[in-house]
């Protein structure tokens, strides 16, 4: 019997981000922020309402891997959700996702 074997495949994927501001004549500046791990991008763009005043506009891409944060799972309703942009598996593949996803969302 051989060994097994490892292969790739691409997907498409539906991405969510948040944004705080908007585009227009007033425009600026855009950041692009990228939240820790754990964390999810609706509760990370919170730290730069500051910023939202018509000269800034704030894009908040979140991590595509989604876990529960109770290690009993999610069980209720109520279980926390965090995110996280890669571990140490595939960490390459994860990484060359990740590029592509904020190229796409920049464009």
Same mark, same amino acid.
């Given at each position: 019997?051989?060994?097994?074997?490892?292969?790739?495949?691409?997907?498409?994927?539906?991405? +969510?981000?948040?944004?705080?501001? &908007?585009? /227009?004549?007033? #425009?600026?500046?855009?950041?692009?922020? *990228?939240?820790? @791990?754990?964390?999810?991008?609706?509760?990370?763009? +919170?730290?730069?309402?500051?910023? &939202?005043? /018509?000269?800034? #506009?704030?894009?908040?891409?979140?991590a *595509?891997?989604? @876990?529960?944060?109770?290690?009993?799972?999610?069980?209720?309703?109520?279980?926390?959700?965090?995110?996280?942009?890669?571990?140490?598996?595939?960490?390459?593949?994860?990484?060359?996702?990740?590029?592509?996803?904020?190229?796409a969302?920049?464009?």
């Open positions: 019997m051989s060994p097994a074997r490892e292969h790739h495949i691409q997907v498409t994927r539906t991405a +969510r981000y948040l944004t705080l501001g &908007e585009q /227009g004549p007033g #425009l600026e500046q855009v950041w692009f922020v *990228l939240h820790g @791990f754990s964390q999810l991008a609706r509760d990370f763009i +919170r730290e730069f309402e500051s910023l &939202e005043d /018509g000269r800034h #506009l704030v894009v908040a891409p979140e *595509l891997n989604r @876990f529960y944060l109770d290690p009993s799972g999610g069980r209720s309703p109520d279980a926390r959700v965090g995110a996280t942009w890669m571990t140490r598996e595939d960490r390459l593949a994860e990484i060359a996702d990740y590029v592509a996803y904020l190229d969302l920049y464009a």
